[in-house]
């Protein structure tokens, strides 16, 4: 698949100090570069309410992410700490 990270990704994994989440964070991505479809990763949920978004989870991180072209390309949304906020704005 193709991964496109936004500006807002970027920010959020700038702002990460933990050095496990971080070498989490590029093995998944890596993952998702060689993967045909969201189906071949681990942890991965719909976000509800919201078509075309899904959450994966990284031990304490969440990876939100939206498929745009159907299968062949996905966007990164954020990269956070699970908490009461993290999907409030996609739902």
């Given amino acids: 698949m193709i991964v496109i990270p936004t500006d807002e990704f970027n920010k959020s994994v700038k702002k990460i100090t933990d050095k496990i989440a971080i070498k ?3 093995t998944l991505v890596s993952k998702l570069e060689e993967a045909n479809n969201l189906k071949e ?7 509800s309410n919201n078509p075309f978004t899904y959450r994966i989870r990284t031990g304490n991180y969440r990876l939100i992410v939206k498929y745009l072209d159907g299968d062949i390309t996905i966007l990164l949304f954020e990269y956070a700490k699970r908490n009461e906020k993290t999907y409030r ?3």
């Fill in 41 to 47: 990763i681990n942890n991965v949920e719909a976000v």
């Fill in 24 to 26: 989490r964070l590029n």
């Fill in 89 to 91: 704005k996609y739902n």
